[in-house]
C-alpha cells in the first residue's frame, strides 16, 4: 500500500521533474518526507539573492524576501539539487551548517510562513557580486 500512496504523490507532484523523487527512493525512503532533514540558506545569500536554486527545486520550496531567500523546511524533500546550483554557496544541509549559522535554521522556517514562493529564476541584484563572501550579513536582512 505504501509504494501505491508514493506513486500517486510522485504523479501528483513530480511536474516532469522526478528525479529528486528518485534519489529519494534510492535513500530507501519509503515516503517523501521521512526525517525532518532539510536544506537551508545561509548569511552569504542575504544582498546576493541569486535564484539559481529555485530552478531546480522539484517541489518549489524556495520563498523571496526583499534581499534573501530561504527554503521551508516542510517543504524540501531533501533532494540536494539546489545546494550546489547556489553560485555563492549559500545552501546547506541542515546537518551541516556552518557554526555560527545556526539561527538560519529558525529563520528559514520563520520567513517560509511569510514570504511569497518564488518558482523562477530572476536577475541577480546588481551589486551581488560586491556581497559575495562578505561575513555577518544577519544584520543587512531585510524582512
Same mark, same amino acid.
Given at each position: /500500500?505504501?509504494?501505491? /500512496?508514493?506513486?500517486? +504523490? !510522485?504523479?501528483?507532484?513530480?511536474?516532469?521533474?522526478?528525479?529528486?523523487?528518485?534519489?529519494?527512493?534510492?535513500?530507501?525512503?519509503?515516503? !517523501?518526507?521521512? +526525517? &525532518? /532533514?532539510?536544506?537551508?540558506?545561509? &548569511?552569504? @545569500?542575504?544582498?546576493?539573492?541569486?535564484?539559481? @536554486?529555485?530552478?531546480?527545486?522539484?517541489?518549489? @520550496?524556495? =520563498?523571496?524576501? #526583499?534581499?534573501?531567500?530561504?527554503?521551508?523546511? &516542510?517543504?524540501?524533500?531533501? @533532494?540536494?539539487?539546489?545546494? #550546489?546550483?547556489? #553560485?555563492?554557496?549559500?545552501?546547506?544541509?541542515? &546537518? %551541516?551548517?556552518?557554526?555560527?549559522?545556526?539561527?538560519?535554521? %529558525?529563520?528559514?522556517?520563520?520567513?517560509?510562513d511569510v514570504w511569497p514562493?518564488?518558482?523562477?529564476?530572476?536577475?541577480? #541584484?546588481?551589486?551581488?557580486?560586491?556581497?559575495?563572501?562578505?561575513?555577518?550579513?544577519?544584520? =543587512?536582512?531585510?524582512?
Amino acid at each position: /500500500m505504501a509504494q501505491v /500512496m508514493l506513486q500517486i +504523490t !510522485l504523479t501528483r507532484h513530480s511536474q516532469g521533474k522526478s528525479s529528486c523523487y528518485n534519489a529519494a527512493l534510492l535513500r530507501g525512503r519509503t515516503t !517523501l518526507k521521512e +526525517t &525532518d /532533514m532539510t536544506f537551508i540558506v545561509g &548569511d552569504n @545569500c542575504i544582498k546576493c539573492k541569486h535564484t539559481d @536554486c529555485v530552478e531546480v527545486c522539484p517541489v518549489d @520550496c524556495f =520563498y523571496e524576501g #526583499p534581499n534573501f531567500l530561504v527554503i521551508h523546511p &516542510d517543504e524540501c524533500i531533501d @533532494c540536494a539539487l539546489c545546494e #550546489p546550483e547556489c #553560485p555563492v554557496d549559500a545552501i546547506f544541509a541542515e &546537518d %551541516e551548517i556552518p557554526v555560527g549559522q545556526e539561527v538560519f535554521l %529558525e529563520l528559514n522556517a520563520e520567513l517560509a510562513d511569510v514570504w511569497p514562493n518564488i518558482t523562477a529564476q530572476k536577475e541577480a #541584484p546588481a551589486d551581488a557580486e560586491e556581497w559575495d563572501g562578505v561575513e555577518n550579513k544577519l544584520q =543587512y536582512l531585510e524582512r
